[in-house]
């Protein structure tokens, strides 16, 4: 196994910078994406709630692996030239996104129809009061779901593999190709997830224990 | 005592499946398969079953189909008579050379390497087919050859090919993009995700015959010479595959097998 490290080392660097920062733009995005989808669910507004749950329903139920695959190889036919770095990110962002979108909605279904109506009758608009009031007791109701959605992602980035994106996994699946020393090799990238997900989960449960303090 | 029961069971089979197969192997050594073959008329063939143009299933028919096939058929008939039997059993590259030890197949003509390391278990007949790697690249696209490509192009290849290895050696610093197998390469070639697939121009027709706008370029950077395989102490046999595979060269039969086959994934780049 320090046979690989050693022998791969760049290989193996490159894959670990790859899926962190595919990682990173995809929890940002399907965050921001997966909020607005929340919001619109609840907003009242029958067009906006349909929407919504088109978006949620079809992405959540579809192989993330056709979503990447869509991008890989049918949007440059007919759109846009996407490597497989930017149609395996985009797959997971947009799909990660519907997960997120469901979790900061039961958060928000959460925290009691009082803190709304409160906020709006002090005069804030229905946004303001979303913004002050009810998201951030919402957000601490859904950090250790939403934890869960990260830690996911994180994994799920593994389908870079798939469209030439050489991550971690890509990365793992040449090595092992060409040492021929499988077992090895996967319990090596199984360590490098690790190492991506293990402080995750420790910030998450942080984030927890400290803001329920309050 | 089920147990037992069960125990005496495999201990007992396990048994006469060895004396069995001690028998086989006797047997082996002593039997000509060409004295066999002619008593039996007939002769059982290893093929491949799914690549393209060289043996592949037919789904309707349910038949295997393919240059190969036909050109074992065409050998059988030249050794044994128009009559002859012809027999195929699918294989696969891992399979096809203890299927011949076992005696379950007289001879493999299965998109098969001749190589010294392989010589050493089995006996080649001569050359059937000049295979070797090769580019597959849209019709426009002006790519030649290997000389066309450069550090800044992109090639499409699959996981743990050994294509991709060469390709890597011969312009160092290229980019490959590696795909977990060729029909997915051929369906991101055709997404524009590189310039060219890469592997044996035997697999590369195949591909090229599902899309007319594909070509497999003329040139080959690597020598694949694909030959019969028959088993060790068998050279009655061989020699009388070679006599026949020399007779459907002179009269014909192979090049309009060829032209039949890959005629059409061929003529295209002109």
């Known amino acids: ?214 | 005592m089920k147990k037992l029961g069960t125990m005496t069971i495999s201990i007992l089979s396990g048994l006469t499946l060895s004396l069995l197969s001690a028998c086989g192997t006797q047997d082996l050594a002593s039997y000509d398969i060409l004295e066999r073959s002619q008593e039996t008329a007939s002769l059982t063939w290893g093929v491949k079953a799914d690549t393209p143009l060289f043996g592949s299933m037919n789904i309707e028919t349910r038949q295997i189909e393919g240059f190969e096939i036909d050109l074992a058929a065409a050998i059988t008939r030249e050794i044994l008579g128009d009559d002859a039997k012809v027999e195929f059993i699918e294989v696969s590259s891992k399979t096809r050379i203890p299927l011949l030890k076992n005696g379950n197949i007289d001879a493999i003509i299965a998109t098969m390497t001749i190589t010294e390391a392989r010589r050493e278990v089995v006996d080649f007949s001569e050359v059937y087919f000049e295979a070797g790697q090769s580019l597959l690249v849209h019709k426009d696209s002006g790519i030649a050859s290997i000389e066309d490509l450069d550090k800044s192009s992109v090639v499409i290849g699959a996981k743990g090919s050994n294509s991709v290895a060469n390709i890597r050696e011969l312009i160092p610093g290229i980019t490959v993009l590696e795909l977990e197998n060729f029909s997915e390469a051929f369906v991101a070639l055709r997404a524009r995700q590189g310039v060219a697939v890469t592997t044996d121009n035997s697999v590369l027709y195949g591909l090229s015959a599902q899309d007319p706008d594909y070509i497999v370029t003329d040139e080959t950077f690597t020598v694949e010479p694909y030959g019969i395989a028959v088993n060790k102490n068998q050279e009655r046999f061989l020699n009388e595959v070679n006599k026949a595979l020399q007779t459907i060269k002179e009269n014909g039969t192979y090049d309009s097998l060829h032209e039949k086959w890959l005629g059409s994934v061929i003529n295209r780049n002109d």
């Open chain 1, 1 to 214: 196994m320090f046979q690989i490290l050693n022998d791969y080392s760049s290989e193996l660097l490159e894959g670990f910078q790859i899926t962190l920062i595919s990682s990173v733009i995809a929890l940002i995005f399907s965050l921001i994406i997966g909020v607005l989808l929340a919001i619109l669910q609840i907003s009242g507004k029958k067009l906006f709630i349909t929407l919504a749950n088109i978006y949620v329903e079809f992405f959540r139920n579809i192989p993330l692996l056709i979503i990447a695959m869509f991008f890989y190889v049918v949007v440059p036919v007919f759109w846009v030239p996407l490597s497989g770095f930017a149609a395996g990110t985009i797959g997971l962002t947009l799909y990660t996104a519907a997960f997120i979108a469901d979790t900061v909605r039961a958060g928000i279904l959460a925290v009691p129809k009082g803190q709304m109506e409160a906020a709006r009758s002090t005069g804030l608009t229905f946004i303001e009061a979303m913004r002050y009031v009810v998201l951030p007791q919402a957000f601490k109701i859904v950090i250790p779901p939403l934890g869960n959605q990260f830690i996911s992602l994180i994994k799920n980035s593994s389908v870079l593999a798939l469209v030439a994106g050489f991550d971690l996994m890509y990365q793992g699946d040449i090595i092992a190709s060409e040492t021929f020393n499988v077992f090895d090799t996967y319990i090596l990238i199984a360590l490098i997830y690790l190492l991506l997900t293990m402080p995750l989960s420790y910030l998450m449960r942080y984030l927890e224990k400290h803001w329920s303090i309050n």
